[in-house]
């Protein structure tokens, strides 16, 4: 079985951009969260996903948003970059709403320049 | 607001050992405390889930107990192993409905043989 699939593996974008990230579940799973993680902040709450409804938000800037599709994939867009959105960002899929088995991606680790 | 913290946030230790990783949070009103392990450049893997009525869980070599009422939680890594070297990290979760989780930093261990 497949785990979560995060892309890209590693971006590099400037000051001012915008971005797409992008998240597989593994298959059946239909939850889908976002977390952000720096050297400073450490893991941060992004938001969370489930049946292509945004259930939960972390506090992040309206420059950070996410939508899920109807085969429980997921994006995450992230606009007007800045230096400190340097981070990698996790994704994590449970099978439903509210459980408690988290299965995370390797992340996609995003530098701006 | 909870806050989870991670002391240390470093240690080192010679293969063999026993080891003990504490975690503490401010809000005791949590639903269920996690443990997690995180090797360099990749995604969570979940070690422990301790349910906030439970004082403690164990799997293999590994026992995570949980103090509410103080707000404590500690890992015990018995007979420490090179490749128990990684970034333990504490998380907890404030309710039932989604699967937001409150991280502390980490610990960074690494096991010398």
């Known amino acids: 079985k497949a785990g979560v699939t995060q892309t890209p593996r590693y971006l590099i974008k400037t000051r001012g951009q915008q971005v797409t990230l992008s998240c597989s579940p593994i298959s059946g799973h239909r939850s889908v969260s976002w977390y952000q993680q720096t050297p400073g902040q450490g893991l941060q709450f992004l938001f969370e996903?489930?049946?292509?409804?945004?259930?939960n938000k972390g506090n992040f800037p309206g420059r950070f948003s996410g939508r899920q599709f109807s085969n429980s994939r997921s994006e995450m867009n992230v606009s007007t970059l800045e230096l400190g959105d340097s981070a990698l960002y996790l994704c994590?899929?449970?099978?439903?709403?509210?459980?408690?088995?988290?299965?995370f991606g390797s992340g996609t680790q995003l530098s701006v320049l | 607001k909870q806050e989870v913290t991670q002391i240390p946030a470093a240690l080192s230790v010679p293969e063999g050992e026993n080891l003990v990783l504490n975690c503490s949070f401010t809000d005791s009103a949590i639903y269920n405390l996690q443990w997690f392990r995180q090797d360099p450049g990749k995604g969570l893997t979940s070690l422990l889930l301790i349910q906030s009525s439970q004082r403690e869980q164990t799997s293999g070599r590994l026992n995570a107990s949980l103090d509410k009422s103080s707000g404590r939680s500690t890992l015990y890594i018995a007979a420490s192993q090179p490749g128990d070297s990684a970034t333990y990290l504490c998380a907890v979760r404030a309710n039932q409905a989604g699967t937001a989780l409150i991280f502390g930093k980490g610990t960074t261990l690494s096991v010398s043989s």
């Open positions: 994590a899929s449970s099978l439903k709403e509210g459980d408690e088995k988290l299965f």
């Open positions: 996903y489930f049946s292509e409804t945004q259930r």
